[in-house]
Structures are given as structure tokens and as C-alpha cells.
């Protein structure tokens, strides 16, 4: 599976952005996936996951009720609106893949896209 991502930008605080991912490669709706952010000098955060067999969803607590993520399996594209977007928000995203069922596991995660940069202002 190749991912790529797409649709960062610079915003102000309260705005709103929605990234998307392609994938290309066979099986594309197998595989869970999943968004994460990392800054400089901090870890790679999973901010939200979805189920490739129910379109379950998990969202970290810092994004829950802002963010909301969602799969179209005909288009092989998944994306993340992410709306009241607030600085500490402000990180390089990712899209990620795994073939499994442990979508809200971080670890898991065997593709990677190239990360988007994602700047809020204040």
C-alpha cells in the first residue's frame, strides 16, 4: 500500500482543515487506518483510527469532538476534518495503514504517507 497525504496549510485558530490520504495498491478497504502528528522533539501521536472491517473510529482525547475522520473505499481516499483547530494542533500529519484489527493501537501501523504540515495561528 502507498499512502499519500495531502491538504495541510496555515490557518488560524478556530479554523478548520480537512487532509486526505490516497492509497493506491490492491485491498485498500483490508486495511485499517489511521492519522498521526508528531512535532520536533516528541513522539508520533495517533490522533484517530478507522476500523477497516466496522468504520469504527478512535480519536485521541485532544481531538475528540473537533476532529472527525471517515473512508471512501470506492475512491480509496480517507480524510481528517479537523474543525475549532487550536495551535498545539500545529504538527507535521501522517497517514498510516496496518492489515489488521488493532486500529487504535499505534504500534501496529506498517505504511506510512509523507507527512503534511499542518501550522495554526494564534
Known amino acids: 500500500v502507498q499512502l499519500q497525504a495531502s491538504g495541510g496549510g496555515l490557518v488560524q485558530a478556530g479554523g478548520s482543515l480537512r487532509l486526505s490520504c490516497a492509497a493506491s495498491?490492491?485491498?485498500?478497504?483490508?486495511?485499517?487506518m489511521g492519522w498521526f502528528r508528531q512535532t520536533p522533539g516528541k513522539e508520533r501521536e495517533l490522533v484517530t483510527a478507522?476500523?477497516?472491517?466496522?468504520?469504527?473510529?478512535y480519536y485521541a482525547d485532544s481531538v475528540k469532538g473537533r476532529f472527525t475522520m471517515s473512508r471512501d473505499r470506492a475512491k480509496n481516499l480517507v480524510y481528517l476534518q479537523m474543525n475549532s483547530l487550536k495551535p498545539e494542533d500545529t504538527a507535521v500529519y501522517y497517514c498510516?495503514?496496518?492489515?489488521?484489527?488493532?486500529?487504535?493501537?499505534?504500534?501496529?501501523?506498517?505504511?506510512w504517507g509523507q507527512g503534511t504540515q499542518v501550522t495554526v495561528s494564534s
Open positions: 498510516a495503514a496496518q492489515r489488521g484489527g488493532s486500529y487504535s493501537i499505534a504500534n501496529r501501523y506498517d505504511y
Open positions: 495498491g490492491r485491498t485498500f478497504s483490508s486495511y485499517a
Open positions: 478507522i476500523s477497516w472491517r466496522t468504520d469504527s473510529t
